[in-house]
């Protein structure tokens, strides 16, 4: 009995040490990021008198919290603006709860619930200028888009099921292809549509390394849209010319609202300025500052309070996001360059020495990464010869056995008809074993034994014959890390165009 209860408190203890090991780290987090904000930003963001702003939310509210402050300035100067509203909030279990007032919450509240969300946004929207007709919907589900990415991607295989409204398509009567599948496939249609018809010259997206998974599949889905118009249209047109560059190339700005202790600090405060934080200084962003005058911060603060079914929970937190600037940031500030080399997949990694990093990841940058620096990615590095890519990851200490370590590439072919991306997925556990997931619209399957993996201490490295790529003109990737099922670190989505 005795030992039992000595057990016991040693187990409490632990707990109290672990807690306020986290604590005192995201503290320290939070210092870092007040610190990174005294070095002055040094560009600057404007609109002129041409552009046609188009704004993608994962949420309702993102539009505001990031990009309240341009929609205003858009709307005073007159210029067509459009916003994209991705999801319609309708997996926030706590708001939900307190919005309904019983614990246990059905599908149709939930879908109740997302209708209010919805005319948040709208009242929200028309305090900054942008009347309802310029408001699209899409109805996907919340906490789910990532899995449409990576997983539940063509519209022939199984579509996402929301565990919270408990339907696999939109319920939603006027999102902007009624009764639509929650695949991939279709968030990529309508986000191509409305670019095509709409014709941006700036696009406003979630930032890569937005820690929700709607945030940066988000902005995965917009950068894969782009990216499909653009290779059309340098099929069609005269690359150079400068109408082939506004019409296929907006400016792509990044705004970010989920990262660990971001914004630091928290609450109401109009007179200071909104930075990046201090992991992300160093990781491939350039960002810009957009000024705001006394007017707009108003404007936008009485936006953010628009949103009452948030507030309860989120307000000290939302009111973070009116500051005397918003922040934007182009993502990869240098397009991405692959070094020619040949390469053995050898587990001896002299052969890398003097190849420059493509996609820099923060290091230590949450608390489950500072105590877990096996799954904690540092970099990945990209190289190819003719026949083969060869691909370098590294962590931050010895890779180990408990860690799943997974690749996503996403292709884009122009052989195929439709431009439907292949999606070639990667994961593998440290004996070399390797599982290879493939998505096409062949479903064509491949074995394992083509690609070749090796690690060593920190790095693993891999090659992929390019004939699995299909050809590709260019293609997305991204590392993962996953414990248990669990996603524990993930690297941006980067765009590698063909070389
Ligand atoms: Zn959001």
């Known amino acids: 009995m005795k030992a039992r209860k000595i057990l016991r408190n040693l187990i409490l203890l632990l707990l109290l040490v672990a807690t306020a090991a986290g604590l005192s780290y995201r503290y320290l987090l939070y210092r870092k990021n007040l610190q990174a904000a005294k070095t002055p930003l040094s560009h600057n963001l404007k609109l002129t008198s041409g552009d046609r702003v188009l704004v993608v939310a994962p949420h309702c509210d993102d539009e505001s919290l990031g990009c309240g402050g341009v929609l205003a300035r858009a709307s005073d100067m007159h210029l067509p603006v459009k916003v994209i509203i991705v999801t319609n909030g309708d997996g926030f279990r706590y708001a939900a709860v307190l919005d309904v007032r019983k614990l246990k919450v059905k599908p149709a509240d939930y879908i109740r619930f997302a209708a209010k969300r919805q005319e948040e946004s709208l009242e929200a929207l028309a305090g900054l200028?942008?009347?309802?007709?310029?408001?699209?919907?899409?109805?996907?589900?919340?906490?789910?888009?990532?899995?449409?990415?990576?997983?539940?991607?063509?519209?022939?295989?199984?579509?996402?099921?929301?565990p919270?409204?408990?339907?696999?398509?939109?319920?939603?009567?006027n999102s902007l292809t009624p009764g639509v599948a929650y695949c991939g496939e279709n968030e990529l249609k309508d986000l191509e549509r409305i670019a095509r018809e709409f014709h941006p010259t700036v696009l406003f997206a979630p930032h890569p390394n937005d820690a929700h998974p709607d945030h940066w599949a988000t902005h995965a889905f917009v950068t894969a849209?782009?990216?499909?118009?653009?290779?059309?249209?340098?099929?069609?047109?005269?690359?150079?010319?400068?109408?082939?560059?506004?019409?296929?190339?907006?400016?792509m700005l990044t705004y970010l609202v989920h990262r660990g202790v971001y914004p630091a600090p928290k609450g109401l405060r109009e007179l200071y300025p909104m930075a990046p934080p201090y992991d992300l200084l160093d990781c491939d962003t350039l960002w810009l500052k957009f000024e705001?005058?006394?007017?707009?911060?108003?404007?936008?603060?009485?936006?953010?309070?628009?949103?009452?079914?948030?507030?309860?929970?989120?307000?000290?937190?939302?009111?973070?996001f009116v500051r005397k600037n918003e922040l934007f940031g182009i993502y990869p500030a240098r397009t991405p360059e692959i070094a020619r080399r040949n390469l053995r997949i050898d587990g001896d990694f002299e052969d890398w020495a003097g190849i420059p990093v493509t996609l820099p990841d923060p290091k230590a940058d949450t608390v489950s990464l500072k105590a877990l620096g096996a799954a904690d990615i540092t970099d990945?590095?990209?190289?190819?010869?003719?026949?083969?890519?060869?691909?370098?990851?590294?962590?931050?200490?010895?890779?180990?056995?408990?860690?799943?370590?997974?690749?996503?590439l996403h292709t884009f072919t122009r052989e195929d008809e439709d431009y439907i991306p292949f999606k070639l997925d990667i994961g593998?556990?440290?004996?070399?074993?390797?599982?290879?997931?493939?998505?096409?619209p062949t479903d064509t399957t491949f074995s394992t034994r083509v690609l070749r993996a090796r690690c060593k201490s920190q790095s693993i490295e891999l090659s992929i014959p390019f004939y699995l790529l299909g050809n590709a003109d260019g293609f997305m990737i991204s590392g993962m890390t996953k414990l248990e099922g669990i996603n524990v670190d993930k690297t941006a989505f980067l765009i590698v165009p063909p070389s």
């Open 428 to 440: 593998f556990r440290r004996p070399q074993r390797i599982k290879l997931v493939v998505h096409s």
């Open 380 to 408: 990945i590095t990209l190289a190819r010869n003719k026949r083969f890519l060869f691909l370098r990851m590294q962590v931050r200490d010895p890779v180990a056995y408990s860690v799943d370590y997974r690749i996503h």
């Open 292 to 320: 705001l005058t006394e007017g707009e911060i108003k404007r936008k603060e009485r936006a953010v309070l628009q949103y009452k079914s948030q507030l309860p929970l989120l307000r000290k937190y939302m009111l973070s």
């Open 225 to 251: 849209a782009l990216e499909r118009i653009r290779a059309e249209w340098s099929d069609r047109h005269d690359p150079d010319s400068p109408s082939f560059r506004r019409a296929s190339a907006p400016r």
């Open 129 to 162: 200028g942008v009347p309802p007709d310029r408001v699209t919907f899409l109805g996907y589900p919340d906490r789910g888009t990532d899995e449409m990415w990576l997983s539940n991607w063509s519209t022939h295989g199984k579509p996402y099921f929301s």
């Open 164 to 173: 919270f409204t408990r339907s696999d398509h939109s319920p939603y009567a």
